[in-house]
């Protein structure tokens, strides 16, 4: 968890002024964790502190907010009527471009309460950007500390038909998940792409295997079995965490003798999951789009990954 910078910067970028929520502090319990964060604008909003009265009250008043910064407290159960019977407090910011230019690229740091930095917070930056541990979000002595978020995960997407905008819809919103979305032209994509979501048209998309971060996870999606059967060549001969293509067992049976002949091993050839998903939700893309969705979540999983990365 931590300060998604990018983001806001994008949000921003489409909606003007944008309003950031986040939980500041809590005692008992909440809905949502110190550092979760949604972003208001005049007629829309994203990401959510626990959903409910708590957050339908913030984004109305995150609507007519004038002060740059106001910190707001609130006991869920008598003030909210809400089951979850703790107190939290709602730290909501305004941004523009020129307020979002002055940030941090690191840990952002602000008064909320004090305007002299305390000897608590800086000691807790000096040490974070001495030793390189970032510090968890959290609300000390009349400042805000948040980490700048960085995703922890690469994630590949390799086409953008309806597969590929289906998989798109679906994990974008996930913390923790950067995204490259790959396909042969710009007129592959949608008008509108998520935010944080990185737009990739190539005319020759497995030139840019060799650009991916040796940890990044790959989902082959695209319209050309050739072009399915030449990234999966590609990514063979570069390091990844997890490669899956989509297809039926007939498709991959054909793939693994192709690929064979390519020169890769039966070992190596292993490494490509086929097919992906949950071939019992159906064949509808957001039902295929549900099932990858689960397998890349399931920890079990991603920690086998990371093993076999570091092997």
Known sequence: ??????????????????TRVVIASLRGSSPREVGAAMLVWE?????????????????????????ARILSH?????????????????????YDAAAIAELD???????????????????LLAKARGQGVLPEPQLIDGWMIEPVHRPARQIWIWGAGHVGRAMVDVLAPLPDLAITWVDTGAGRFPADVPAGVTV??????????RHAPPE?????????????????????SHSFAFAGLIGSATKWARFRSRLAALGHSPALISRITCPIGR???GKHPQMIAVGVAAELLQPAQHETRQKDMSA
């Open 216 to 236: 990044a996870e790959h989902l082959v999606l695209t319209y050309s079995h050739t072009l399915d059967l030449e990234l999966c060549n590609r990514l063979l």
């Open 43 to 67: 007629d829309g909003q994203t990401g959510t502190i626990g959903g409910g009265t708590l957050e339908f009250q913030a984004a109305d008043s995150a609507r007519r907010q004038d002060a």
């Open 105 to 123: 690229q690191e840990i952002i740091a602000r008064p909320v309460a004090e305007a002299v930095q305390p000897i608590s917070v800086t000691r």
């Open 279 to 281: 071939p019992d939700l």
């Open 1 to 18: 968890m931590g300060f998604d910078l990018e983001v806001l910067r994008e949000t921003v970028k489409t909606h003007g002024r944008v």
């Open 200 to 209: 990739l048209p190539a005319a020759k998309p497995a030139e840019l295997v």
């Open 74 to 94: 609130h006991a869920l159960g008598p003030d909210l009527g809400q089951c979850c019977g703790g107190a939290v407090s709602l730290l909501s910011e305004v």
